[in-house]
């Protein structure tokens, strides 16, 4: 066996939990967009696909090693907030959690000696590090710039060139 039961779904979870997050960020660029915020939708768009990239990162991985992945289920998320800087906070917590799971799969891989799974746990755990940053940055915007309709707007604006990516 390539990899334990409990790694196997450990890595499935966290599958879904990629695919998760794809589906609420395509949720919170519907929201930007029809809240008139092209540069957070544009944004979000993009975020929703690089969550895709996690998921098939991880569903590659299994595959080639000969574990066969499950392709999770479609959730169908709601997100409604009440404003640009809400819908960035709910990134971040949503971020945090996502590293949550990282670490804990992590822990897994060291408490059963797994030590195949740990190159690719590293390359989501320095992700992780690089997405709870970015949001946070975002969120550091509103103190800076502001929070009155020209400062949101300039947010927007700086939100439609920034790369989700490194
Ligand atoms: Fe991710
Ligand atoms: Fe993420």
Not at 72 to 78: C, G, L, T
Not at 103 to 115: F, G, H
Not at 134 to 157: H, N, P, S, W, Y
Request: glycine share 4%; aromatic share 8%.
């Amino acid at each position: 066996m390539k990899l334990s039961e409990e790694m196997t779904t450990a890595l499935n979870d966290q599958i879904a939990l990629e695919m998760t997050a794809s589906q609420f960020y395509l949720s919170a660029a519907g929201w930007c967009e029809i809240s008139g915020y092209d540069g957070g939708a544009a944004y979000f768009y993009a975020q929703a696909d690089e969550e895709r990239e996690h998921m098939l990162k991880i569903i590659k991985f299994m595959n080639n090693i000969g574990v066969r992945a499950i392709t999770p289920a479609v959730s169908q998320p709601n997100v409604n907030p009440t404003s640009l800087e809400d819908v960035i906070s709910m990134s971040l917590a949503n971020e945090q959690a996502v590293t949550v799971a990282i670490n804990d799969i992590l822990s897994l891989a060291y408490k059963l000696s797994e030590y195949s799974v740990i190159e690719i746990l590293e390359w989501f755990v320095a992700e992780q590090v690089h997405e709870e940053s970015k949001f946070e940055a975002i969120l550091q915007k509103f103190e800076t710039i502001g929070r009155d309709g020209l400062a949101v707007a300039e947010i927007d604006r700086i939100l439609a060139t920034s790369p989700t990516e490194d």
